[in-house]
Antibody, heavy 118, light 107 residues
Framework: QVQLQESGPGLVKPSETLSLTCTVS????????WSWVRQSPGKGLEWIGY???????KYNPSVKSAVTMTVDMSKNQFSLRLRSVTAADSAVYYC????????????WGQGTLVTVSS | AIQLTQSPSSLSASVGDRVTITCRTS??????LAWFQQKPGEAPNLLIF???DLESGVPSRFSGSGSGTHFTLTISSLQPEDFATYYC?????????FGGGTKVEFK
């Protein structure tokens, strides 16, 4: 059974960089697309982007200029970096697997709350 | 980006009721739609994909239908564990987008 677990700071200061890592267990990171989704009361569920196991990425235009996703196959992990955050970036961040060639969110992490505040 | 509009945004129902939730998309997406259930404090859980295919392990009281721009999720006989929020999501084109959610509450 594939399991995903997010890790990273729960509090980030405005204008700084949000960094999260997702560790995948129970399966290989190879041949799959790995995604980040966030959920805030004001904006609902928002897909941030994906990183393929070979490092290829696709981002939501709403955050494209500020986001970087990377993958570390040796650790079975993938990561999110979101630069220059504001209060609007406060949300629960989920990592998820995009199965069926990048179409279906079939496995999710439990989510981690990130608050942007000074 | 394709916009998804769910209705109603919330509903009250009783155990045993038949519940129908609608999702409309801003442009045609064939049958490239999924439905998720989310309970408080948990991640969304995939129920249906390709508009009407039931994910493995999901009870048969859940069903989906539709194509193009109009889709529905139906729970044939609501059970206590079904009180949750439901989201539709399209995977026809990037960026992937979600509906605003429908909260099913106990009457």
């Amino acid at each position: 059974q594939v399991q995903l677990q997010e890790s990273g700071p729960g509090l980030v200061k405005p204008s700084e960089t949000l960094s999260l890592t997702c560790t995948v267990s129970g399966g290989s990171i190879t041949n799959y697309y790995w995604s980040w989704v966030r959920q805030s009361p004001g904006k609902g569920l928002e897909w941030i982007g994906y990183v393929y196991y070979n490092g290829r990425t696709k981002y939501n235009p709403s955050v494209k200029s500020a986001v970087t996703m990377t993958v570390d196959m040796s650790k079975n992990q993938f990561s999110l970096r979101l630069r220059s955050v504001t209060a609007a970036d406060s949300a629960v961040y989920y990592c998820a697997r995009l199965g069926r060639v990048g179409e279906l969110f079939d496995y999710w992490g439990q989510g981690t709350l990130v608050t942007v505040s000074s | 980006a394709i916009q998804l509009t769910q209705s109603p945004s919330s509903l009250s129902a009783s155990v045993g009721d038949r519940v129908t939730i609608t999702c409309r998309t801003s442009q045609g997406i064939n049958r490239d739609l999924a439905w998720f259930q989310q309970k408080p404090g948990e991640a969304p859980n995939l129920l249906i994909f390709d508009a009407s295919d039931l994910e493995s392990g999901v009870p048969s009281r859940f069903s989906g239908s539709g194509s193009g721009t109009h889709f529905t999720l139906t729970i044939s006989s609501l059970q206590p564990e079904d009180f949750a929020t439901y989201y539709c999501q399209q995977f026809n084109s990037y960026p992937l987008t979600f509906g605003g959610g429908t909260k099913v509450e106990f009457k």
